[in-house]
């Protein structure tokens, strides 16, 4: 597989119909193992800015970003009052950017996957850039028993369903300490709860905050991803569209005209209508873009007069 793209080099990525996010191509042999199960032979791996997720594209779809684009996307921005906080924030990391070596140390940190550093080689030396972006994990004896199509995992997986029930079963009859119940095989980065516990008090000086963080976790849960969200993202899609709707009649009113406008929530809920592979969210999608009808018509007339102006 040939490509001029290389490790540690920054690139536009475009998901569905979002705008195209600053993202750094990243290691394969630095994923974690729920990323790297997906892996395509004809796909890299890239991390995006401001954002806990990673994506498989075909290089041919990535569009460099180099320093020139970063700057006049600032530049511009600074006079768009109606571009995204979000995304201004990723290109703005964009910027910052100065070493892979850097970003790995900080994206590992938080993941709390210190221990992968070490095991590649990483705790002593410098992780250069500019390496081949389709090489793949080193093969040991667990890799070659899962393989890139995840069958290992699936039994691993069953084995260990089997011991949690039996865990589950035998601690029915006493007290069970939180750090002492089965944890999933696979867990999240930290980060990517964080949006659920700010949620828990949907606080009116925080409603532009919340509102798009509200965007973001329903957008990575549902849009923003390779394969068809699980449980657990359904699940909490569920309860992040009903705490919308929940607090939609609010006095004064949470989700107002500048909620709307800065986290373009509407919009988002709009592309989980018109996705046929979401029907079971599009009953409560319509009912809150019903509700937000009248701030979405007065959204739509600012921009045929900003466009006029």
Not at 49 to 71: G, V
Not at 79 to 96: F, G, I
Not at 174 to 188: D, K, L, T, Y
Not at 262 to 267: A, D
Request: aromatic share 6%; hydrophobic share 30%.
């Amino acid at each position: 597989m040939t490509s001029n793209l290389l490790t540690g080099d920054l690139v536009l990525c475009k998901v569905g119909s979002f705008a195209p996010w600053p993202a750094v191509v990243f290691p394969q042999r630095f994923l974690r193992k729920d990323v790297y199960r997906r892996r395509r032979a004809d796909c890299v791996a890239v991390c995006f800015f401001n954002d806990e997720t990673y994506f498989w594209d075909k290089p041919s779809r990535l569009k460099p970003l180099s320093k020139e684009h970063i700057d006049e996307f600032l530049r511009n921005a600074d006079s768009r009052y109606s571009e995204d906080p979000v995304l201004v924030r990723a290109y703005e990391e964009a910027r910052d950017f100065t070493s892979l070596h850097e970003f790995l140390l900080q994206r590992l940190r938080e993941e709390k996957r210190m221990l992968d550093m070490e095991e590649n080689g990483g705790k002593d030396h410098k992780i250069e850039a500019g390496q081949d972006p389709f090489e793949g994990k080193t093969p040991s004896a667990k890799t070659s028993r899962e393989g890139i199509d995840g069958k290992g995992d699936k039994a691993g997986s069953a084995g260990r369903s089997g011991k949690s029930k039996a865990s589950r079963s035998s601690s029915s009859s006493r007290s069970v300490s939180s750090s002492s119940r089965p944890q999933p095989a696979v867990s999240s980065p930290p980060s990517s709860t964080a949006p659920s516990r700010k949620l828990a008090r949907l606080d009116h000086g925080k409603r532009i905050e919340i509102s798009m963080l509200l965007r973001r976790k329903l957008q990575t849960n549902l849009v923003q991803r390779n394969a068809p969200p699980g449980v657990d993202e359904i699940k909490e899609s569920h309860k992040l569209l009903s705490k919308i709707s929940e607090n939609m009649a609010s006095n004064p009113q949470f989700f107002d005209l500048e909620a709307l406008r800065v986290s373009k929530l509407h919009k988002l809920l709009k592309v989980i209508v018109s996705d046929d592979n979401l029907k079971e969210f599009h009953g409560q999608c319509s009912d809150v873009l019903e509700a937000w009808k009248d701030a979405i018509a007065q959204l739509r007339k600012e921009k045929v007069r900003a466009q006029e102006s």
